[in-house]
C-alpha cells in the first residue's frame, strides 16, 4: 500500500502563487508514477502534471503549461506543485495520485492511489 499526504492548499488571488506537496510513504519513491490531478465542483478530475518512469519525462495539462511546475524530490519522497499566475478558474480540490505499475497514460483511471486531497481557491 501506498499512502500519499497533500498539504499547501489555500485561499490566493489572482495572479497570486501557491506551492503544493505530497508525500509518499509504504512503496520506495523510485517505484512509483507521481502525478497531481484537480477536480472542481461539478467537473470530472482533470490530469495537471506528473512524472512517468517509463519515459523520463514530466507531463502538464494544457490549461496549467508555463504556469504549474512539477517537481519531486527523492530524499524527501515528496513531490511538489509550484503553481503562479493563478487563475479562478484553477479553483478545485488538487489531489496527490501514484501508480506502482508503468505506463505512458495520464487519466485518472491508471493511477492505484489517492491522497485525501487539497482545496485550492483562486479570488477574482
Known amino acids: 500500500q501506498v499512502q500519499l499526504v497533500e498539504s499547501g492548499g489555500g485561499l490566493v488571488q489572482a495572479g497570486g502563487s501557491l506551492s503544493l506537496s505530497c508525500a509518499a510513504s509504504?512503496?520506495?519513491?523510485?517505484?512509483?508514477?507521481m502525478g497531481w490531478f484537480r477536480q472542481a465542483p461539478g467537473k470530472g478530475r482533470e490530469f495537471v502534471a506528473g512524472?512517468?518512469?517509463?519515459?523520463?519525462?514530466?507531463y502538464y495539462g494544457d490549461s496549467v503549461k508555463g504556469r504549474f511546475t512539477f517537481s519531486r524530490d527523492n530524499a524527501k519522497n515528496t513531490v511538489y506543485l509550484q503553481m503562479n499566475s493563478l487563475k479562478p478558474e484553477d479553483t478545485a480540490v488538487y489531489y496527490c495520485?501514484?501508480?506502482?505499475?508503468?505506463?505512458?497514460?495520464?487519466?485518472?483511471?491508471?493511477?492505484?492511489?489517492w491522497g485525501q486531497g487539497t482545496q485550492v481557491t483562486v479570488s477574482s
Open positions: 495520485a501514484a501508480r506502482m505499475s508503468y505506463g505512458i497514460r495520464l487519466t485518472p483511471n491508471n493511477y492505484d492511489y
Open positions: 509504504g512503496r520506495p519513491f523510485s517505484t512509483l508514477d
Open positions: 512524472f512517468t518512469r517509463s519515459s523520463g519525462s514530466t
